[in-house]
């Protein structure tokens, strides 16, 4: 069965502030050492299993020249901008309907774009498992992370350990982010792993589980569809998508629906949550600072530095997370990090827009 | 009798780096609220006491567009550029030799151009004093400091308590930079002072000295004395002056001459010797920090941030010295202002002269 896949790349995370900006956000960075960017390690990272026609970006229009320029191979009708922005359930609907549109039917891989993953070929192993299961029913599949601490800012799966098929489980259900009580006692039982928002189905699946969750958004689904490759494209997608239920996938459908299944994801996945990730995907040298640009340090140690040209000299400082760009550098401690949106906040309330 | 000054401004401090530069050391960097210079402050301060053209600058070559700059209405006659860096006696007698051509004697104030002053009229009251001592016979006066803390830093100076004249004692000896115990001790006698480079005398008795205690500067100098005026003055002076021993007043000739007196200098003095005195001289705000430019700090107390027109953001961080310039940004754990040498050391090695 043909393979595509959805990457959704709408987000605006303000967490790697000064570098990311609401012009220019997250997964059109680049925090990896080889230059590329979130979004072109994403397509390039499953392009051994789907064709380049077959991988669509769902966006926000302000980015849809971002992705023409990071991904110069890409259809460019392959680009879905979304008018609005209605969460994951209907930005995975659009995706569904003009995969639909343009085969009977195909196996439909659902994936961040500012997720990084280290062992791309047990990445590939997982999708591959994901698509033999989808494809032999009706089954939601989704791809989980066994968790190695207790993370609140994630959701949890739990499956039945008792119910496999392969290296799948049955899953019991989603659940919301927990507090941290909570969380220690998923760790313990073993049974829950983190929800990664990476899914594999057949379009046909999807489709019709939104047809029963979700009627009223699969109904202007339907019309948006209809339009693709018409005249009205844009018109119908301008009209109807806005007033689509604006609900993530997760609570409309996931919650509620049957057969669903679950891949224990071990290939090294990161969500780069903030700047603290660059220590964990980057190199730091012999003193533990992950540096990059035209730096010097004098006893300083484990601190990230992202620089430029302009020279930034650290001296006698630990445990700092340093970020230069051309009109903005942030001092952050490590311990800090969630406090970056505090400098968001200033800014907005200050209506210093260019900063944003 | 006529009062004038010599203000040494051929330092080439490197404690202020990356805003001081070998192009712009410290004398000439504003630290303060009111945007002067340093050399600014430190001609007005005297001003009430002394005609600007009575004012001589001994500087650098490579100073003099800087001094003309800051200083125009000093006349440029009286900035004298010394050929090459000889220390501080070489660089008196040559102010010296100015002060005699133009009067048959005068009094000689000498003052560092980089130092700052709480209270002026209690320091011109004590250069007043000063001058009263020195103008009543061959003698040289010293300004001291009274320690608060036992510095290593300084040359301190033994007065005798029981030899006072005036406000003024009589000099037991010049003491070089000492190691902590010392410092200590000398604190507890109450019979030292810190050197703090300021001196008064009349320009006969600083030649007379120089005479007894360096001849062969003398005959140099005296050489550069009668070439003033004429067409061959900057030939000697260029031919001569690189020739004079490099030694320092207090090596040459305080510590050998007699009758010197030193008066106890109580005027709220700090000799900026670090980014740390930023804070005793600007006003911080109630999170303690200290911050000049574009500047938001958010859960960060007691930084020393100076920065221009770009945005920083300081998140989290305490006790830092953050300094933004064009090219270069320093940041630095408070407690490690002595390493700012390494980066500029680091920065020879290197050859990266753009940034020295």
Redesign the interface.
């Known amino acids: 069965m043909k393979k595509t896949a959805l990457i959704m790349a709408g987000g605006r995370g303000e967490r790697f502030w000064?570098k990311s900006r609401r012009s220019l956000p997250k997964q059109f960075l680049s925090l990896t050492a080889d230059g590329r960017t979130m979004i072109q390690l994403t397509v390039e990272r499953i392009r051994p299993l789907i064709q380049m026609e077959d991988i669509y970006i769902s966006t926000n229009r302000a980015y849809r020249d971002l992705v023409l320029e990071q991904l110069p191979e890409l259809p460019p009708e392959n680009i879905l901008c979304e008018p609005a922005g209605r969460n994951t359930a209907p930005c995975i609907g659009l995706g569904a309907v003009h995969m639909a549109k343009k085969y009977e039917d195909a196996l439909m891989m659902v994936l961040p774009s500012d997720h990084l993953i280290k062992y791309n070929q047990m990445f590939l192993n997982a999708l591959k498992d994901g698509c033999s299961i989808a494809e032999k029913g009706s089954n939601l599949v989704t791809i989980g992370i066994t968790p190695d601490y207790p993370e609140t800012g994630y959701g949890y799966i739990k499956f039945r350990p008792d119910e496999s098929d392969g290296n799948a489980y049955a899953v019991d259900r989603f659940v919301e982010k927990p507090d941290v009580e909570t969380a220690k006692e998923y760790l313990a039982t073993e049974e829950y792993l983190w929800n990664s928002g990476m899914f594999i189905w057949k379009v046909s699946t999807i489709l019709s589980n939104i047809r029963s969750f979700l009627p009223d958004m699969y109904d202007g689904l339907a019309k948006i569809g209809e339009a693709i490759g018409t005249q009205q494209q844009e018109i119908v997608l301008e009209k109807v998508f806005p007033e689509l239920e604006s609900v993530s996938i997760d609570y409309g459908i996931m919650e509620k629906a049957q057969d669903i299944f679950i891949l224990p994801g071990v290939f090294g996945w990161d969500d780069v949550g903030s700047w603290l990730a660059v220590e964990r995907i980057r190199k730091s040298n012999e003193s533990g600072n992950v540096v990059t640009g035209n730096i010097?340090t004098?006893?300083s140690k484990n601190n990230i530095i992202q620089g430029g040209n302009?020279?930034?000299?650290?001296?006698?400082?630990?445990d700092?997370i340093?970020v230069?760009t051309e009109?903005?550098?942030?001092?952050?401690?490590k311990?800090?990090?969630p406090?970056?949106k505090?400098?968001l906040e200033?800014?907005k309330i200050c209506n210093?827009e260019e900063?944003l």
């Open positions: 000064p010097i004098i006893h302009k020279l930034i000299a650290a001296v006698g400082i630990e700092l340093i230069d009109d903005a550098t942030l001092i952050c401690d311990g800090s990090t406090d970056i505090l400098v200033n800014l210093r900063y």
